[in-house]
């Protein structure tokens, strides 16, 4: 039975496993057989999400590697260091949430409840670090549109004058 | 959604609601913030399609751009089916929480294909680039 309270603390009793009379003490929300299924079906396509995530990151470093030598220029450089620099951090981060969500849905059984609130749980830090991301990355384009649009206007803008 | 005798619906705990109910907040955030990005850049692409000779945008550059808008759109799409069905279920829709997991699953795998184009398309430049 639950006191109506958002913030309580599971029992004990939750944890002791599902069925009879510890299933009656969860809340009135059943997690079926079917949502289970698809959890465990997302499993190999996360597993070949994170390798290609991380095999991204290390063409990316390769990229970034080529480019220097090839620069003559210092501002050039510094600015692939540091795409690459955050472009890698970022990835590593997602990378770092996804295999945790691999391994917890690699070892989903129907027996095991902690393992499914395991998956649940790097689910909700997934797409909370997407979101967080996201905020970002917002920001990011409002900031990259604010110095692009008046920069490419006023060279387009330079190149018609100059060509009449 | 009737269930296998074998496996009996289990009870939800009160953390993993409140994780579904993060998630699923996220997730609105998310595609509602997605589609903002892919119409945005939607538009934009017809700029940078009408001023590519003039600023020597190549046509990869185009394409890969092509791909990101509607890999953001899709996924924006995905993550909004997501966040609905999470709501639906926590609103007493039992069946809306598999199909939210699928359609989780869904952003999962076309993250994979535009992962695989980037990695191929940035393999090629890398080849080119030698």
């Given at each position: 039975m639950t006191s109506g309270n958002p913030f309580e603390p599971p029992k004990t009793?939750?944890?002791?496993?599902?069925?009879?009379a510890a299933a009656a003490v969860g809340t009135k929300f059943t997690f079926s057989a079917e949502a289970l299924q698809e959890l465990i079906t997302a499993a190999p396509v996360v597993r070949w999400l994170s390798r290609l995530i991380s095999v991204s990151i290390a063409v990316s470093l390769v990229r970034a590697i080529t480019s220097l030598i090839k620069s003559t220029s210092a501002i050039f450089t510094a600015a692939t260091l540091l795409t690459t620099a955050l472009g890698a951090g970022i990835w590593t981060l997602v990378l770092v949430v996804l295999r945790r969500y691999w391994t917890a849905s690699n070892h989903l059984?129907?027996?095991?409840p902690a393992v499914r609130g395991h998956v649940i749980g790097a689910q909700a830090s997934y797409v909370r670090l997407l979101g967080i991301l996201s905020i970002i990355g917002l920001a990011l384009i409002v900031l990259a549109a604010a110095l692009a649009i008046p920069l490419v206007g006023g060279y387009l803008v330079g190149r018609h004058a100059v060509g009449r | 959604m009737s269930e296998t005798p074998a496996s009996p619906p289990a009870a939800l705990f009160e953390d993993e609601i409140a994780q579904l109910r993060s998630a699923s907040g996220w997730a609105r955030f998310i595609a509602v913030a997605g589609f903002i990005v892919a119409s945005v850049f939607g538009l934009a692409l017809g700029l940078v399609v009408a001023a590519s000779d003039q600023m020597g945008i190549t046509s990869i550059v185009i394409l890969m751009w092509i791909f990101g808008v509607v890999f953001i759109g899709a996924t924006a799409q995905q993550l909004f089916a997501y966040s609905r069905g999470v709501r639906s279920f926590l609103a007493?829709?039992?069946?809306?929480l598999p199909r939210a997991f699928r359609n989780l699953r869904h952003v999962f795998a076309l993250t994979c294909l535009y992962m695989a184009l980037t990695v191929a398309m940035e393999g090629l430049r890398l080849l080119g680039s030698w």
């Open positions: 009793t939750d944890l002791d496993g599902v069925g009879g059984r129907p027996s095991e | 007493g829709d039992g069946p809306a």
